[in-house]
Structures are given as C-alpha cells and as structure tokens.
C-alpha cells in the first residue's frame, strides 16, 4: 500500500537547536518526495522537493532534506531552528502517471525561546 | 509570491443541504486540485482537473461530489447533500506544470461544519 508515515505528532526543541522530522514512505513506483509547512491560518507551502538526482536537496527557509532509498526515508533537517518555525510539517509522496499526492498526518513542531 | 484564494474560510451548513467552495487558482495554472483534511487526520487527495476534465479522483469523490471551472479563473467544489463526514477543511491547490518543475500552491482552506 502506498503511504507516508510521519512517527513524531508533536516535536519541541529550543531556538537556535538542530532539527530534524523524520518522514518514511511506502510507494510502488519512483517516488517523488515533498514537504510542505502549514502555518496557522495558512495554505501549505513548499519547502522543497525531489524529484531525482543529488540526494540531498536544499529547500526554503534554510530547511534541506536526504533521500534514502534503502531506508525509504526522506527526513527534513535544520541546522539552527527559529522561532517562526513553529508550524506544522507534512510530508508527500507522489509518482509519475498520477495527480495524487499522499500525504502524511503531519509533525507540529514548537519552538521555546 | 502568487496566492491561491479560497472563499468562504469557514463555511457551517445543515446536514443534507448543498454547498459549493470556491477557489481561484494562480491566473496562468493548467492543474488544478481539491484536498481535505478531516480533523486529526491527514491531508487526503480528492480530485484533479486539467483541460476542463476530471483528471484522477479518489475513493472518497463519489457521486456527492463535483467540480467544475465555470469561467476560466474561478474553481468550485460542490457537495450535494453533505453528510456530518464531511466536515473538514478543504484545500484547493493549483500548479503550472507537472513533473520535476511541479510545485503545487495550496489555498488557505475552508473549513467546512456539517450539522
């Protein structure tokens, strides 16, 4: 079955700490692997994607992400979190010959000061 | 950077009865989608739209539901008799291309209460 599991509901870590949110997923074809971060009030928007190539890819917001495929794993990592980071992640999956993505259930992520 | 709007943002209706969600994607988008998030649970694919078509649709877009571009910029969601299941929050999403170019832009959503 094809699926994104996201293991963390909730993460706190304090300003100016390492992050990382761990996405793992369950897909037939080639994947194609986004997260995306949903502040309150707001759409999701895209940190970044990948799609082939280099396996560590570098997204917005000083956020990147590392593909694995013999973990198929695609966890999100900051070096030095900010206090506006403080928002919900989701994780997706999609592959070519679909429109559909699927999408995990999401880590809320807060930020002490 | 370009907005995907979606209106109403919270949307309360009476169960049975009918409502549309309106959504006006980014002018020059060819792809155009409908998800939703049931609360507590994950964000799940509904429906895709390219060409004035149905594209792909999910398990959960039955006979209750339709879309439609009525006039070339706005994009609406109908759901005919809304059962209490179908509260959510409703995202509308729009891209240009598909592909390694793909980046989907998601609305702010409705939140749709179903009494």
């Known amino acids: 079955a094809q699926s994104v599991t996201q293991p963390d509901i909730h993460i706190t870590v304090s300003e100016g700490a390492s992050l990382e949110l761990r996405c793992n997923y369950s897909y037939g074809a080639t994947p194609y692997l986004f997260w995306y971060v949903q502040s309150p009030g707001q759409g999701l928007q895209l940190l970044l994607k990948?799609?082939?190539?280099?396996?560590l890819v570098q997204g917005i917001k000083g956020f990147e992400a590392e593909f694995k495929r013999s973990q198929s794993s695609f966890n999100l990592r900051k070096p030095s979190v900010h206090w506006s980071d403080a928002a919900e992640y989701f994780c997706a999956v999609t592959g070519s010959g679909t429109y559909k993505y699927i999408f995990g259930t999401g880590t809320r992520l807060k930020v002490l000061a | 950077e370009p907005e995907v709007t979606q209106t109403p943002s919270h949307q309360v209706t009476q169960m049975g009865q009918e409502v549309i969600l309106r959504c006006v994607p980014i002018?020059?988008?060819?792809?155009f989608y409908w998800y939703r998030q049931i609360l507590g649970q994950k964000v799940e694919f509904l429906v895709s739209?390219?060409?004035?078509?149905?594209?792909?649709k999910s398990e959960i877009f039955d006979d209750q539901f339709s879309v439609e571009r009525p006039d070339g910029s706005n994009f609406t969601l109908k759901i005919r008799s809304t059962k209490l299941e179908d509260s959510a929050m409703y995202f509308c999403?729009?891209?240009?291309?598909?592909?390694?170019?793909?980046?989907?832009?998601f609305g702010s959503g409705t939140q749709l209460s179903v009494l």
């Open positions: 990948y799609f082939s190539g280099d396996t």
């Open positions: 002018s020059n988008h060819l792809y």
């Open positions: 999403a729009s891209s240009a291309q598909r592909g390694a170019n793909e980046k989907l832009f």
């Open positions: 739209f390219y060409n004035n078509e149905i594209s792909e």
